[in-house]
Every structure is written in C-alpha cells, then in structure tokens.
C-alpha cells in the first residue's frame, strides 16, 4: 500500500523518525510504525511523547486487539512464545501486557479487534481502511523474456506471443529491440497483434481486482518469444501502458533483451 514499515522501533527513536519522515529524507511518502509489549517499560514514555508529536505532524494511532481466548488458541497454534512469557504463562503474559497497553489504547484514533477475522479478512479490511486511493495495493511486473533462455521461474501468467510473424528474419530490424519505433510498426502491423493485445488487456482488467481482493501482493505476468529481444518486449511495454490507464501500479523488466 505504499507504506515504509519498520518494526519495533525503540520509543526514543520515534521523534527522530518523524523529523527524518518530514525532512522527506528516505524514498517514501507513508511510514507504519509497530510499537508492541518487547518494549517493556519505555512504553511508559510513549503516550506523553505522542501527544507532543501530534501537535506537529500528522499521526495516526492504530490499536490491534483480540479477546483473550482468541489470543491463546493462536499461540497455542503457533507454538510461540509470548514476548513477556519467560517468567509467566501465556494467560498471565496477556494480562501483563494488557495493563502495558492500556495507556496507549485509550489514545488510539482506531482499534481493530481482529478476534473474528482470519488472515485474508484482516488483511481486506486494513487495505481497504488505510489503502491510498491514488495507488494500486498490488504491483503487476510484465517480464519479457526469451523461450531460448527458459521460462521466468517466477511468473504467475505465462503468454507465448510466439504467433506473431518474427522481426528477426526480416534484416533491416534484426539489429534492433521491440523499443524500437520501426520493429514497433512492423509487429503492430499485423491484425492479430491489436486482437491480442485487446483480447489480454481485458483478460487482465477482469483478473487484477480479484487478485487484490484475494490478497495477492504481487502478480507477475510473462511474455515469451524466441530470443526476448523483439515481440514479447514490444507487447510487454504495450499491456503495460494500458494497465496504467487502469491506475493498476506496473513495471516493466525485460530480462533477456541484452542477451
């Protein structure tokens, strides 16, 4: 979703965060921050020093939560430890933290109970609640490559573009890639290079949202011809450019154009 995520940051460190974040030092807009219980006693500091960042910097307080008995079946299913359970069982380790957090929970903006939610809902209703609108949650990657190489053992979608007639044969183009504006027109040229690239483009339109609502982080899509230097990067850089109208988040890697 954007976010630069940092987990357990100690709670001296989160004012020089915040003054770094709005420095814009660092290649990110949106950062989370995870503060929990392996604190211990610094987490005595934390609510006097939020309430003095909040006066100059836009702070969102997320409080995760869950009833207690939720809380044991998932450590008795994960068979972890619980962070302040050297000395304590599970129960008694709850209890300790809960009266660790209850300062901060009673600052919280939001409180999530995640007792009923299972892994795909909670992560469904934390996209959808702090999703930015502007981006995609998923980043859909087109890979061009070259069946001589192999198949990306990576890749989620395969499409042989192989079908279409072979700029290599022909000797004026055979020097140059499928970035090239003259091999360009000369794959466009045929009809079934528009049908293709209707008939994927809207494939594609139709799947993404359901992988987003699924869950799915990441799908990579690859196109294959001979060598990976003319067709599959031409069509690659074409299904990207109309994904983009979709304001799906893209990027294009051509792994075998240089080979």
Do not use: W
Not at 24 to 45: I, M, N
């Amino acid at each position: 979703m954007g976010f630069y995520c940092v987990d357990n940051l100690p709670v001296e460190l989160i004012p020089i965060f915040a003054e770094l974040h709005a420095a814009g030092e660092g290649d990110f807009v949106r950062a989370a921050l995870l503060v929990d219980a392996r604190e211990g006693q610094q987490l005595d500091k934390l609510p006097a020093l939020l309430r003095h960042l909040k006066k100059d910097h836009p702070i969102t307080l997320v409080f995760i939560d869950a009833a207690e008995d939720a809380l044991l079946r998932r450590y008795s299913e994960t068979r972890r430890p619980h962070p302040l359970g050297k000395k304590f069982s599970v129960r008694e380790s709850l209890t300790h933290e809960r009266a660790l957090m209850e300062p901060i929970r009673k600052l919280a903006d939001v409180v999530i109970d995640t007792t009923k939610f299972n892994v795909h809902e909670l992560r469904h209703f934390i996209t959808e609640r702090f999703k930015n609108p502007d981006r995609s949650p998923m980043l859909v990657s087109l890979v061009s490559f070259g069946y001589k190489y192999g198949v990306p053992t990576d890749a989620d979608l395969v499409f042989d573009v192989r079908f279409l007639p072979n700029p290599h044969f022909v000797p004026r183009l055979r020097e140059y890639t499928g970035r090239d504006p003259k091999v360009r027109r000369y794959i466009q040229s045929f009809p079934q290079t528009g049908e293709f690239l209707r008939r994927i483009s809207g494939l594609l339109a139709y799947l993404i949202p359901h992988y987003i609502e699924e869950g799915k982080s990441y799908l990579t899509i690859a196109l294959g011809c001979t060598g990976g230097k003319h067709r599959s990067v031409m069509l690659s850089e074409e299904i990207e450019k109309n994904l983009a109208k979709h304001k799906f988040s893209t990027k294009v890697v051509h792994r075998d154009i240089d080979k």
